[in-house]
């Protein structure tokens, strides 16, 4: 079943922070975090395996809740670069693929 | 290249014609993934290689899809009597590993995909 992401937009005022939030109702083994720009490829930001472990990569984080099968991503001090569309893909048991949730469409404004 | 190629970068067909589209991953990724993208909506997958064959093809949505990774590198999709509901942007993905398991080294690698529209 697809993840469930909120919200499905938001808009920031460059140095605002953002969270982004990603729920399942399976088990999850891991949840990953990619962000896109219109017109290209997903990008990978991070992953989190269960363990309720949180990554970080400069201003951007995310932390993994496995008890209630939810993840957020953090964005700290935005900056317009960080515009586009943000999917959490989730990964179950011995399932080599990932499920994308609908997205979460950024944008931020200068 | 260094990253994943596919091609064509964009495709119009009639209804009822057949498609190939191309994904060449990049060089020594065993995995390699197929995902479809209707506008608004995330990736959903299609199909999963390790090496040349396909460990889970769970996700296609019927028979007239099909997909090929004859030597472990270049795979091809291909659509069969293509329907107007077949239209979206066709992402491949390459992985060193599975994206599961202890080893998960995480990261898909996409390719910046195959726009499909059916008429």
């Known amino acids: 079943q697809q993840p469930v992401q909120s919200p499905q937009a938001v808009i920031l005022r460059e140095g605002e922070d953002a969270v982004i939030n990603c729920s399942s109702s399976?088990?999850?083994?891991?949840v990953h975090w990619y962000r896109q720009k219109h017109g290209e490829a997903p990008v990978f930001l991070m992953i989190l395996l269960k363990g309720g472990e949180q990554k970080g990569h400069e201003k951007i984080s995310a932390s993994f809740n496995e008890k209630k099968q939810q993840s957020s991503l953090y964005l700290t001090a935005s900056q317009l670069s960080y515009s586009g569309t943000y999917f959490c893909g989730t990964a179950s048991g011995s399932a080599r693929q990932l499920t994308f949730g609908s997205g979460t469409q950024l944008t931020v404004l200068p | 290249g260094a990253g994943v190629s596919q091609t064509p970068s964009n495709k119009v067909t009639e209804k009822g014609k057949y498609v190939e589209l191309r994904c060449d991953p990049i060089s020594g990724h065993t995995a390699l993934y197929w995902y479809r993208q209707s506008l608004g909506q995330g990736p959903e997958f299609l199909i999963y290689f390790q090496g040349t064959g396909a460990a889970d093809d769970s996700g296609l949505p019927n028979d007239r899809f099909f997909a090929v990774r004859p030597e472990g590198s270049v795979s091809t999709l291909k659509i069969q009597r293509t329907e107007r509901g077949d239209s979206a942007v066709y992402l491949c993905?390459?992985?060193?590993?599975?994206?599961?398991?202890?080893?998960?080294?995480?990261?898909?690698?996409f390719g910046e995909g195959s726009r499909l529209t059916v008429l």
């Open positions: 399976k088990a999850l083994y891991s």
């Open positions: 993905a390459s992985s060193p590993l599975g994206t599961s398991g202890r080893r998960n080294t995480g990261e898909l690698f």
